[in-house]
């Protein structure tokens, strides 16, 4: 099995389906009708984008789908995406006043994907573009971060050149979210709003430092929305021996491919306990591995993964192994056989906490595949020729009010901001950033 998955198409369909089925009407009518309507609603002030979710559910109460999109739209535009993949468990539902009342939250995240499918299915469209203002932004990165701001300055009638390194436009959203959460048609779908803007795409075109002086004296503003790169090295023996794999890369193969096509290991070994580790443990285990397993230097206490990510790993029979770290990758005849660790001893609590090995503890875990999840690296290398910007600790610095670095002109947002945050994160700092630069050219 290290090569294709041996799963028929049909489990592989099943393995795959949404996590949770769609609404009908009757179900979402239903739904909403349990919502109280809440005077300064909570799940309004968790939501990053603070979609007016009141509205929109009584909206839906209603039977009027259509109104409910163009109310989540305005506020985000990748509020498809957001339905299926945002952890609303502990943003709007969990700060829903029913989760208290009636230990059960009303479902937000299924109902807006009731509303935002239903415009989808449809094909409506509730924007324009703005009065053309002679103005001219250039945006590095067609992500989240970058299509949501590129979709502000149109509406307010900037032209917006998009600059992506790839070759299709979504960023991890389209290519890098566990494929039975988000599928790859799914996002190019959600996209396509957003480019019918008048949005200029120019595909496979990578910025560095150079290029975006350039961009600088030939454009009146610059968004940088780069994202992450590469996942983090481990720098250990073996790291290039066939079978040892980059999450996204693990990833990647759902959505550029069948499923059929997708290789995965009998026996698979994730390394980091992330919400990138959970989705490829979970993505492994349904494309067939006999065995999965997560290791995890700390304990599940300090596991960045959100808890019903742990859950649904756990009802995919992974496994979990704490407090060990990876010594070395064990190769047999030039492939993966194994894992050698060592048990540790942690010292306090929490992430910042030291870990001590545990003298005579070490043992190999016999694996064909070996995942890193390790987090990934800062693409900003790239631009630290540039006046002004200041990057610190793998983050570009900027004032958080208006998307603006230290350079004239220059705006950022998304995870080369936060390193990785979630979609709804990434949109509303394109949305801030848009604000600023509107400002800034005003």
């Given at each position: 099995?290290?090569?294709?998955?041996?799963?028929?198409?049909?489990?592989?369909?099943?393995?795959?389906?949404?996590?949770?089925?769609?609404?009908?009407?009757?179900?979402?009518?239903?739904?909403?009708?349990?919502?109280?309507?809440?005077?300064?609603?909570?799940?309004?002030?968790?939501?990053?984008?603070?979609?007016?979710?009141?509205?929109?559910?009584?909206?839906?109460?209603?039977?009027?789908?259509?109104?409910?999109?163009?109310?989540?739209?305005?506020?985000?535009?990748?509020?498809?995406?957001?339905?299926?993949?945002?952890?609303?468990?502990?943003?709007?539902?969990?700060?829903?006043?029913?989760?208290?009342?009636?230990?059960?939250?009303?479902?937000?995240?299924r109902l807006q994907r009731y509303a935002t499918d239903h415009a989808m299915e449809n094909d409506l469209?509730?924007?324009?573009?703005?009065?053309?203002?002679?103005?001219?932004?250039?945006?590095?990165?067609?992500?989240?971060?970058?299509?949501?701001?590129?979709?502000?300055?149109?509406?307010?009638?900037?032209?917006?050149?998009?600059?992506?390194?790839?070759?299709?436009?979504?960023?991890?959203?389209?290519?890098?979210?566990?494929?039975?959460?988000?599928?790859?048609?799914?996002?190019?779908?959600?996209?396509?709003?957003?480019?019918?803007?008048?949005?200029?795409?120019?595909?496979?075109?990578?910025?560095?430092?150079?290029?975006?002086?350039?961009?600088?004296?030939?454009?009146?503003?610059?968004?940088?929305?780069?994202?992450?790169?590469?996942?983090?090295?481990?720098?250990?023996?073996?790291?290039?021996?066939?079978?040892?794999?980059?999450?996204?890369?693990?990833?990647?193969?759902?959505?550029?491919?069948?499923?059929?096509?997708?290789?995965?290991?009998?026996?698979?070994?994730?390394?980091?306990?992330?919400?990138?580790?959970?989705?490829?443990?979970?993505?492994?285990?349904?494309?067939?591995?006999?065995?999965?397993?997560?290791?995890?230097?700390?304990?599940?206490?300090?596991?960045?993964?959100?808890?019903?990510?742990?859950?649904?790993?756990?009802?995919?029979?992974?496994?979990?192994?704490?407090?060990?770290?990876?010594?070395?990758?064990?190769?047999?005849?030039?492939?993966?056989?194994?894992?050698?660790?060592?048990?540790?001893?942690?010292?306090?609590?929490?992430?910042?906490?030291?870990?001590?090995?545990?003298?005579?503890?070490?043992?190999?875990?016999?694996?064909?595949?070996?995942?890193?999840?390790?987090?990934?690296?800062?693409?900003?290398?790239?631009?630290?020729?540039?006046?002004?910007?200041?990057?610190?600790?793998?983050?570009?610095?900027?004032?958080?009010?208006?998307?603006?670095?230290?350079?004239?002109?220059?705006?950022?947002?998304?995870?080369?901001?936060?390193?990785?945050?979630?979609?709804?994160?990434?949109?509303?700092?394109?949305?801030?950033?848009?604000?600023?630069?509107?400002?800034?050219?005003?």
């Amino acid at each position: 099995m290290t090569d294709k998955t041996r799963l028929s198409a049909d489990q592989l369909a099943h393995n795959f389906a949404d996590l949770h089925p769609a609404y009908d009407r009757d179900e979402a009518v239903v739904e909403a009708s349990r919502c109280l309507y809440c005077y300064d609603a909570p799940c309004t002030r968790a939501c990053p984008t603070h979609i007016d979710v009141p509205r929109f559910i009584r909206q839906i109460q209603h039977d009027n789908p259509m109104g409910a999109a163009e109310t989540i739209f305005a506020e985000n535009i990748f509020g498809g995406s957001c339905a299926r993949a945002c952890p609303t468990e502990v943003l709007c539902e969990g700060a829903c006043v029913d989760r208290t009342l009636l230990k059960e939250p009303v479902r937000i995240g299924r109902l807006q994907r009731y509303a935002t499918d239903h415009a989808m299915e449809n094909d409506l469209r509730f924007f324009e573009p703005g009065p053309d203002t002679g103005k001219r932004v250039a945006i590095i990165g067609a992500g989240p971060a970058g299509l949501a701001c590129a979709h502000e300055l149109r509406k307010a009638g900037h032209a917006v050149t998009v600059y992506e390194a790839r070759d299709v436009p979504g960023g991890l959203n389209t290519l890098g979210i566990a494929a039975y959460k988000i599928t790859t048609e799914f996002a190019l779908q959600e996209v396509q709003p957003i480019l019918e803007m008048g949005v200029d795409i120019r595909y496979d075109t990578p910025v560095d430092g150079v290029m975006l002086e350039t961009l600088r004296r030939d454009y009146d503003a610059v968004f940088v929305g780069v994202g992450l790169g590469e996942t983090a090295r481990l720098g250990i023996e073996g790291e290039d021996l066939d079978g040892v794999w980059e999450a996204l890369d693990f990833i990647f193969q759902t959505h550029t491919g069948s499923l059929s096509e997708c290789r995965v290991g009998r026996n698979v070994v994730v390394i980091g306990a992330g919400n990138t580790a959970i989705d490829v443990a979970t993505e492994a285990a349904r494309l067939g591995a006999e065995q999965v397993t997560i290791v995890y230097r700390r304990t599940a206490h300090e596991m960045s993964a959100f808890a019903y990510e742990y859950e649904l790993a756990k009802a995919d029979a992974v496994q979990f192994l704490w407090q060990v770290q990876p010594l070395r990758f064990v190769g047999e005849n030039g492939r993966l056989a194994g894992l050698a660790l060592q048990r540790v001893q942690q010292n306090g609590n929490g992430r910042t906490a030291t870990v001590t090995p545990l003298e005579g503890s070490d043992f190999d875990l016999p694996c064909d595949m070996a995942i890193k999840a390790l987090g990934q690296t800062s693409l900003l290398d790239l631009l630290t020729n540039v006046d002004g910007l200041s990057v610190e600790n793998g983050r570009l610095q900027i004032d958080a009010q208006t998307g603006a670095t230290g350079a004239p002109g220059v705006f950022s947002g998304g995870d080369c901001l936060s390193k990785g945050a979630e979609i709804v994160d990434a949109v509303q700092e394109g949305k801030i950033a848009a604000a600023g630069i509107n400002d800034y050219l005003s």
